[in-house]
């Protein structure tokens, strides 16, 4: 089964700096999507960015980018110029090509200093 | 749009109670997920449907949660009788599937059940 990994239950940031949160992720499939959600206190999960495997160019959205290394299985997202809304639960997730589950690493919980 | 509609945002029950959670999904969507979050265990999911029908229901815990999907606009997820560690956050999910373009996972709010 795939599993996702994220290795930081917490991080930190100042506001206005950058931080880079780690996901890696176990599979034999070439076909898939890699995701990632963030979870405020609000608890609504809201996607932040996604990336397809197929594709070698890094997805990014305004200051969300992702690292993507499918060799290594890696999937970070770095966050530029942090503000304070950012402080919440980021997920990663992955969902293979064809299936429609989804399959989420436990989380990191990113805190933005003022 | 709504959004995904999740009733109620919480509910506090007793042991061995029957509880329903109710889901509303996006209009148009084809695909309805039921997921849990728990401290312990993260987000797991509980069962999917496509199109009103059971598609996946290995995530359930136990024949005592059942799921169902009546029509397109409306899925329930019970748990009869209720355990205390059943306590958890309840998130019903809904897209298109990638024949219908694919569009990301919508979450509702959750359902923060807590059985005493």
């Known amino acids: 089964a795939q599993t996702v990994t994220q290795s930081q239950p917490e991080m930190s940031v100042q506001e206005a700096e950058t931080v880079t949160l780690s996901c890696t992720y176990d599979t034999s499939e070439s076909d898939y999507y890699l995701f990632w959600y963030k979870q405020p206190p609000s608890r609504q999960m809201i996607l932040v960015i996604r990336?397809?495997?197929?594709?070698?160019q890094n997805a990014t959205e305004n200051r969300f980018s992702v690292n993507f290394q499918k060799a290594a299985k890696s999937f970070s997202l770095k966050i530029s110029d942090s503000q304070l809304g950012d402080a919440a639960m980021y997920f990663c997730?992955?969902?293979?090509?064809?299936?429609?589950?989804?399959?989420f690493g436990k989380g990191t919980k990113l805190t933005v200093n003022p | 749009d709504a959004g995904v509609i999740q009733s109620p945002r919480h509910e506090v029950t007793e042991m061995g109670q029957e509880v329903t959670l109710r889901c509303k999904p996006i209009?148009?969507?084809?695909?309805l997920f039921w997921y849990r979050q728990t401290m312990m265990r993260g987000l797991e999911l509980l069962i999917y449907f496509n199109n009103n029908v059971p598609i996946d229901d290995s995530g359930m815990p136990e024949d005592r949660f059942s799921a169902k999907m009546p029509n397109a606009s409306f899925s329930t997820l019970k748990i009869q009788p209720s355990e205390p560690r059943d306590s958890a956050v309840y998130f019903c999910?809904?897209?298109?599937?990638?024949?219908?373009?694919?569009?990301?996972?919508?979450f509702g709010n959750g359902t923060r059940l807590t059985v005493t």
């Open positions: 999910a809904s897209k298109l599937g990638e024949g219908q373009g694919n569009s990301p996972l919508h």
């Open positions: 990336q397809e495997a197929y594709k070698q």
């Open positions: 997730a992955y969902r293979e090509g064809g299936s429609e589950k989804l399959v």
């Open positions: 209009s148009g969507h084809d695909y």
